[in-house]
Every structure is written in structure tokens, then in C-alpha cells.
């Protein structure tokens, strides 16, 4: 049908609704039978794409050739087929992390999913005859929907009730300008024309915002029989687009290729010339020296694949992101887009909105000047338009449900003071008189208050209420309403004054010239919005990690220069600017003296951009809040847009990088700090991983110099694998360092091994890879001396205990180290002392020693992967070789300080 050529009468009865909207059970209905309102999303790939996607990762590849090549030379050496073992374990091991990374990666489809139902869009729409608050997406046909300014329109609708409505259709019809919106029906050349899209002004469409007024819309189509539904024939929600971190990620991916490529090509190269340079170095009768040398170099490729593959870090990585999105969207901070982790460590900058961000959004009297404190709340609470509802809370101008709460505090209930004393009469405000008036009926006689301006009302004034009795108006009294009202305005207070007259029978006329002159004063309050109180907390907490607060707002500058004081935002009052003032100066001049303010007021949306830009443009990271739907562009152009889940509009949520679902600061601050504890841990598990990974390189390449196997490819999947990754997972959840919100912002253009990583990540690799060299010498040193045979530092053909006693030490080595990892630069020990505990680091690390363990003492899995029965002694040294790990960082960490603190 085509509704905008029908009245509204039509429509209803097309849609089988009212203006008073469906019922409730109508509505569910409804909803059963014709589906959700959304639109159809992308297919989502099966378990088996989603499988094979998995294998398709660069070092997995590297993985599946090396299993190729060890398969062929397990059955090349036999000379006949044999079950290749090592090839079975690396294909085991790769299919197993295919299956993990595939259940990873459903799991954080979940939570996204998830986190994207805590921020879905809602619609107010009449039900049952009263206003109701639903999902957008169970919206139906007939119901009726309530449209604000900053609303995104939540499905197709006939609009019957407008108010200087504007809507922005330029997603649907590429017009950029808003389009004026009516009530009546349109006429076309011929009954069924078919008008385009753009010119249906009795139309609001899917995909489009309300800009501009308001108005009440049925709604004639939901999903995919919208127009924005023809349009698309899919449209998936979540976002494909990678962090910078994993982008980072595969680039280390692609430089291990090339390093074990290399390393490859090296040996390879190595082993052609010692062979022919120093002959002695194949002593062991190879019939064919070339095969000889293509065999080592096959073996080694396949050790170095898996030594140099950190095959748990992108599964640890994603598991520890999601954990942390999931923490802080239990801490009121929904993460909408994944980039805003990162992002928000590096954060210099925070532009806030005052009302409802750093105060509290209600207007509260929190002081007062009167002799009698009950009259002038009575006075106050009477002389105002504000109601009490049923639960409680009452509704009106926010000044003047301030007058009936306070009121309210001190027992003087507005319901119980208009039984008692009903309104008969009354004079509207206006900014010409600045006051109001309200006539009520008290017993036998009838009772005036006025309320307004206290300059106004003095003037007004004849008497005053002084001592329980009215006297008259004195010079005394006068100067000293004028000095409380001095001092309460200092404080950047709102202040009212009110007056009483009192009259036998009704006034005659409810006009000013006949009510309000000769009052009596009764006296002042003055109301603010308060402060919430933990901002104050969060502003130190910003100052201490390097993050500077702005203060913008639309409030009088005296007001927000009192706030920000109070915050400790403001230093000096010339660091306090109005918005007109910006006006002044061109983007090149503003840019110059950004760096000095800290409180904009009187600040329209286009400044807001324009202060966001600024300090970008000097290489500051921003993060800008927003709720309104003019603030949309400025906080799409902050490094990290923050929106308001109680106050904001569709709008500025779907351009959010964050939602605050409380709409404070605090929580902005809290995010920042959580952001830093997510990106330490990865980096901490990143520092681990690769650390094993170089380690196991470097023991590889050196025992391929030395002409030795000291570790195969099973064992070093089974270090990667077990002992790496279960203690790296458990540092993702390691709680924020002491000093994590005392340091600088991080540069965003930060690598991966910036701050000293890389060289940490050396150091640790080559510590462990000299205890295993040597837990792999004294193993062969031990089983020479049971055997007879002398000792070899080269070309040692084979070594059971050398080997098992390699693999412990490196497998036990990294298990001590993931507790060295709980700080890069701290002592991990004195957190112990300090109370600071990592329990699931702890059970990691005793499951990782169990399994280890177990691989070496029973029968079974130590034949499996060819090692040896340790003795005692054995196991001793391999574990007190290990475990100099601890003491060794603790020492280089010292240094660093030591160094660090003298820089």
C-alpha cells in the first residue's frame, strides 16, 4: 500500500491500529507471526570454512609442510614404510589448535553478539495506551512510535503527529540536506503515482535520523519489507576489520616465515661447507654426503617450523581481549568497537561533557537563607509546575522538582502541602518579570507566593519575615539578602527568592499588576548540579597516568569554572574559554592555545569538533563524549568516541568507539586503566611466547652447528603447546600492575617490541637456551660415564638423556619464567610479599609441571617421545638449572631500574 498517499485515518485502518498504539498482546502477536525487526544478516561461515580458515594461517602451512617433510624422511631413513610418528604428533597438535582457534572464535562471536544486545537500539512506542520503552527490533506493524530529536527512525512509518520535524535520509536517497517532514497526505498526478523515496514527506524510513523536533509515526513496515530491506540483500553487524595488534601480528607471523626460510637456507649452506672444509665434522660414515646434508638440513627446517611458531599466541591473544571486553562491559563500558582497547591505553586527552558526565544531572538545593527554613520550603515547593509521580520522582523543570525535593528532605511533602493548601489561581513565569505566582486556598483566608529573580522580587517586596514576624523592609535587610545573594552566586549557584502575601477572600483578578507588589520576603535558595562524587578520585587518577581533562559545556561560564575548580580541572581562570571566543581564531591560531585551556562554556556542537581536532591535529591522543545527535561529528573524529547510554542518542552510540552506560567520567577513567592492564597482559604474553619461541631457536640452530638433535619437533610442540600456552593465558588475567595508572600515556604508533621488549625477549630466550644447552651436556656427560664411552661436545649421534634432560629444563625454565613475566620491569617476587597474587598463574604453572612430568615418568608418553627414565639426581639438576631463571631476571630486572631511574 502506498501509504503516503492516504490520509492518516487509511493508514490506521490499513494497519489495524490507533493513534493510542496496539496492545500489548496485539503487539506480541504480531511479532510471533511476522518476525523480528531487522534486517537479514550476513551468512555466517559453517564449523568447516571456519575449520579450514584456520589452516590457512601462514606458520600453520609452514606446520603441515614440515609434517610432509618428516613424514618422508621418517620412511626415507627406515627404507621401507613406517607409521610416521613425529608426523602424526605436529598433525595432531595442528588440528587440535584448528579446533580450539574454531571454538575461540565462536566464543567471541558470542560476546560480541552479546555486547551488541547490551547496547541495542530502543524505541518509544504506545502500548496498552501508555508510553513503553521496547527493543526496536520488536517493533510491529501498527505500532505507534515516539520520535525525539537524535532518534534513528526504527522502521517504516506514516507519520500523523509532527512538530518541526527534519530527518536525515541521506544513507537511503544520497540527499545531504534534512528534509522537512508533514502530516498530510500527498497527491500525486494520478491516484496510485509512485512519488520517489526522497519526496515522501509523510514518511520516516529505516535507516534515517530525526535531526529536528519531534512527532508520533505508525509504523507500516518492519525487517526486510522496509525500504532499507529492498536495498539490502545482507547486512551483517559485526565489523571484519582487524586491530592494529593483529595486524601487527601477522606481519611477526610473515617475518618467522622468512626467519625459518632463512635459518633453513643457512644451515643448509653451513653443512655443504663443513663438509668439504673440515671432513672430521661427519665422522659418522655417511655413504652419501649430499643426502647426509639434505637429511640434517629436512630435520632442522622441520625443528626450526615449530621451534620459531608461537602456535598458542593468536588463540591467547583473542581469548585475553575478549575476557577483558567482557570485564569492562561489567564496569558500565561497552566496547563496540575492538580498535578502542588498544586505543585507550594510549590516551593523552579527555574532552567531557559537565551535565550528567561530571555532575550528576539532577539540580539539587544544597544551600539556603532564611529565618524560617519550613516557610520557605513550603513557599518554594508550592509556587512551582513540578509533579510527584507514583514512584516517587518528580517530573518538571529540573529547577523546580529541585524546590519540591528539597521540600521533601526536610518533611514537607508537595502532595500533602496542596491538600492542604490548593493552587486557585495562578501568573505564569515570564523572562520579562522573571518571577511567578500561585494563589492557594489556606483555611478561611488565601494565600500568594511569588518566586523568581531576587532582584525582581525585592523589588516586590514591602515586608519582610524576620524573627517569626513580619517587619518592615529595611536598607539592613535589603543589603543583606543582596550580600547571601552575592555569596551563593559566587559559588555558581542558581539562586530563587520568594514572597508571601496574604489575602481575606480571592484576589479579584490573576494578573501581575494586581498580585505582585507589596510581598513579604521570606528568603533564598541556591541549587546546583552537583558533582558526582568519585570524579573528583578519577580526575587525580588522570593527572597521575598523564591524561589531561577538558571540561566542554553549554552552561554559563562562571558555573563551569566554579565545577571545574572543584574538580581540580581548573587551575586559573584565564584557562576557562568561551565558545564565541573560538569563533576568533582561525584552525592554525586555535591550534596554537589549545594547549591552554581547560574549560570551554556556552560551547555549541561545531566546537566540540573543532577542540577535537585541534589537539589531534598537535599529535595528542583524544577521546571525545558526546550525546546529543549534533555531537556525532566530533566524536567520529576522536580517536576514541565515547557515548552516553542513558542520555544519548542513536546516533552518537552507533558512532561510538565506547558506551558508558552510566554516563560518567569515572567510567571513562576506569576504562582507560582496564585498556592498559589488557594491552600489558597481551604484550606480557607476547613477551612469553616469543621468548620460548627464541629460546627453542636458538638451542636448535646451535645444536645444528654442533651437529646434534636436542630437541625434536614433538617435544617443541609439546613446550609451545602445554607449557607456554596454559601459563600465557593465565597472564592475560593479570591484575593492573601498582603503577599502571602512575605511567605515561603509550605512543600509539608503539610496536610490538617497543619499550624494551625486544631486547627483554632476547636476553630471556638466551637465558634459557643456555640452561638447556647445558641440562643437555650434562646429560650426555652423565650417560657417557654409565656407558664407558668418552665424551663429545660435536657430532654426538645420539643422546636419550642429554635430550630428556634438554627438554625438562626448557620445559620447566619456561613455567618458572611465566612468573618472572607478571611485570616486564617489577620484581615479580616482591609482589609475592606484597600480597599480590596471580592464583590461576599459579594453578597454570602446577599443571603444566604435572603434565610435564608425566611425559617424562610414564612408560607410555616417554616412549612416545623418546626419552629416558631421570633419575633423582637427574631430576634435581635439570630442576635447580631451571629454576635459576627466577633469580638471573630478578637481578637483570634490578639493573634496569637501577639504569632507568639514573636516565
Not at 625443528?303 to 562491559?329: H, K, Y
Not at 606480557?684 to 619461541?693: E, H, R, T, V, Y
Not at 627464541?694 to 638451542?699: H, N, P, Q, R
Request: glycine share 8%.
Amino acid at each position: 500500500m502506498q501509504f503516503y498517499l492516504k490520509e492518516t485515518d487509511a493508514v490506521f485502518e490499513a494497519v489495524q491500529s490507533s493513534a493510542e498504539g496496539l496492545s500489548s498482546q496485539e503487539a506480541a502477536s504480531r511479532l510471533e507471526k511476522n518476525g523480528k525487526n531487522k534486517l537479514a544478516e550476513a551468512k555466517k561461515d559453517s564449523m568447516l570454512k571456519r575449520f579450514i580458515n584456520q589452516l590457512k594461517d601462514p606458520m600453520i602451512i609452514i606446520l603441515l609442510v614440515a609434517a610432509v617433510i618428516a613424514a618422508a624422511t621418517e620412511i626415507f631413513e627406515a627404507g621401507k614404510f613406517v607409521v610416521p610418528t613425529d608426523s602424526i604428533i605436529i598433525l595432531v597438535v595442528v588440528l587440535i589448535n584448528a579446533v580450539l582457534g574454531v571454538i575461540q572464535e565462536s566464543k567471541a562471536e558470542k560476546a560480541v553478539e552479546a555486547l551488541q544486545k547490551m547496547s541495542a537500539a530502543t524505541t518509544k512506542t504506545l502500548r496498552d495506551g501508555k508510553v513503553e520503552v521496547v527493543k526496536s527490533e520488536d517493533l510491529v506493524v501498527g505500532d505507534v512510535v515516539l520520535l525525539d530529536a537524535g532518534d534513528a527512525i526504527p522502521a517504516d512509518c506514516r507519520i500523523f503527529e509532527c512538530a518541526s520535524m527534519k530527518i536525515e535520509e541521506a544513507a537511503l536517497t544520497g540527499e545531504s540536506v534534512p528534509v522537512n517532514k508533514l502530516v498530510n497526505a500527498l497527491m500525486g498526478k494520478k491516484d496510485d503515482e509512485e512519488i520517489p523515496l526522497g519526496d515522501r514527506k509523510n514518511m520516516a524510513y529505516m535507516g534515517s535520523t530525526l535531526v529536528y523536533g519531534r512527532g508520533k509515526a505508525v509504523v507500516t513496515a518492519t525487517g526486510m519489507d522496509t525500504e532499507m530491506g529492498k536495498i539490502a540483500n545482507a547486512i551483517s553487524l559485526a565489523e571484519d576489520g582487524k586491530t592494529p595488534l593483529e595486524i601487527k601480528l601477522e606481519q611477526l607471523s610473515r617475518i618467522l616465515t622468512k626467519l625459518v626460510i632463512g635459518v633453513c637456507v643457512f644451515i643448509f649452506a653451513y653443512d655443504i661447507v663443513t663438509k668439504f672444509a673440515i671432513p672430521e665434522f661427519f665422522g659418522n660414515g655417511a655413504s652419501n654426503p649430499f643426502l647426509d646434508i639434505a637429511l640434517h638440513s629436512f630435520i632442522t627446517a622441520i625443528a626450526l617450523a615449530v621451534a620459531a611458531i608461537p602456535e598458542g599466541l593468536v588463540a591467547v591473544m583473542t581469548i585475553v581481549l575478549s575476557m577483558g571486553v567482557t570485564n569492562m562491559s561489567k564496569k558500565n563500558a561497552i566496547i563496540r568497537k575492538m580498535t578502542a582497547v588498544e586505543t585507550l591505553g594510549c590516551t593523552q586527552i579527555i574532552c567531557s561533557d559537565k551535565t550528567g558526565t561530571l555532575t550528576q544531572n539532577v539540580m539539587t538545593v544544597v544551600d539556603h537563607y532564611a529565618e524560617d527554613e519550613p516557610k520557605l520550603a513550603t513557599a518554594m515547593a508550592l509556587c512551582t509546575n513540578a509533579e510527584v509521580e507514583e514512584d516517587g520522582k518528580g517530573t518538571g523543570e529540573p529547577d523546580e522538582v529541585a524546590l519540591i525535593n528539597y521540600a521533601k528532605s526536610i518533611g514537607l511533602a508537595k502532595a500533602e502541602l496542596v491538600a492542604a493548601c490548593p493552587r486557585v489561581g495562578e501568573v505564569p513565569f515570564d523572562s520579562g518579570r522573571k518571577m511567578m505566582s500561585t494563589v492557594h486556598k489556606d483555611g478561611e483566608q488565601f494565600v500568594q507566593y511569588t518566586k523568581g529573580a531576587p532582584d525582581e522580587i525585592l523589588k516586590k517586596c514591602s515586608h519582610a519575615w524576620v524573627g517569626g514576624q513580619i517587619v518592615e523592609m529595611s536598607d539592613e535587610i535589603r543589603a543583606k539578602v543582596a550580600e547571601e545573594n552575592t555569596r551563593m552566586g559566587n559559588k555558581a549557584l542558581r539562586v530563587f527568592a520568594v514572597a508571601y502575601k496574604v489575602y481575606a477572600a480571592a484576589p479579584e483578578a490573576y494578573e501581575s499588576a494586581a498580585l505582585e507588589y507589596d510581598m513579604i520576603f521570606i528568603g533564598l535558595t541556591g541549587m546546583i548540579d552537583p558533582v558526582r562524587p568519585e570524579v573528583k578520585d578519577a580526575i587525580v587518577e588522570c593527572r597521575n597516568a598523564g591524561i589531561t581533562p577538558i571540561m566542554i559545556t553549554g552552561d554559563h561560564i562562571n558555573t563551569a569554572k566554579a565545577i571545574a575548580r572543584e574538580l581540580g580541572i581548573l587551575n586559573d581562570d584565564s584557562q576557562a574559554m568561551m565558545g564565541v571566543d573560538i569563533d576568533k581564531y582561525s584552525d592554525e591560531e586555535f591550534e596554537k592555545i589549545v594547549e591552554n585551556v581547560r574549560v570551554y562554556a556556552r560551547v555549541q556542537p561545531e566546537h566540540k569538533t573543532r577542540i577535537v581536532n585541534a589537539w589531534r591535529s598537535k599529535g595528542y591522543v583524544t577521546a571525545m563524549t558526546g550525546d546529543g545527535v549534533n555531537d556525532a561529528p566530533s566524536i567520529k573524529n576522536a580517536d576514541i568516541g565515547v557515548g552516553m547510554g542513558i542520555t544519548g542518542t542513536d546516533v552518537t552510540k552507533n558512532v561510538a568507539d565506547m558506551v558508558l552506560a552510566d554516563d560518567n567520567f569515572a567510567t571513562i577513567v576506569s576504562a582507560v586503566g582496564e585498556g592498559r592492564r589488557i594491552y600489558d597482559n597481551i604484550r606480557k604474553a607476547i613477551q612469553f611466547l616469543l621468548g620460548s619461541n627464541l629460546s627453542e631457536v636458538i638451542s636448535i640452530f646451535f645444536a645444528s652447528i654442533m651437529r646434534f638433535t636436542i630437541l625434536e619437533a614433538p617435544h617443541l610442540l609439546f613446550i609451545n603447546l602445554i607449557t607456554d600456552s596454559l601459563p600465557a593465558l593465565a597472564l592475560g588475567t593479570e591484575r593492573p600492575e601498582a603503577d599502571i595508572m602512575r605511567r605515561k600515556p603509550r605512543n600509539k604508533s608503539d610496536g610490538i617490541f617497543s619499550g624494551g621488549l625486544g631486547i627483554d625477549c632476547f636476553y630471556q630466550g638466551l637465558i634459557v637456551s643456555v640452561l638447556t644447552v647445558v641440562a643437555f651436556y650434562i646429560g650426555e656427560f652423565i650417560e657417557c660415564t654409565h656407558n664407558g664411552l668418552p665424551f663429545r661436545f660435536f657430532d654426538i649421534a645420539d643422546s636419550a638423556d642429554g635430550m630428556t634432560m634438554a627438554f625438562f629444563t626448557m620445559a620447566m625454565c619456561e613455567i618458572f619464567h611465566s612468573f618472572n613475566m607478571r611485570s616486564q620491569r617489577g620484581s615479580a617476587v616482591k609482589m609475592v610479599f606484597k600480597g599480590s597474587h596471580n592464583w590461576l598463574l599459579y594453578g597454570a604453572m602446577a599443571l603444566s609441571f604435572i603434565l610435564t612430568t608425566a611425559v617424562v615418568e610414564i612408560d607410555f608418553l616417554s616412549n612416545l617421545f623418546g626419552f629416558a627414565h631421570l633419575d633423582a639426581m637427574e631430576y634435581g639438576i635439570s630442576l635447580g638449572l631451571a629454576f635459576l631463571i627466577i633469580p638471573i631476571v630478578e637481578i637483570i630486572k634490578a639493573i634496569q631500574r637501577k639504569l632507568a631511574k639514573n636516565k
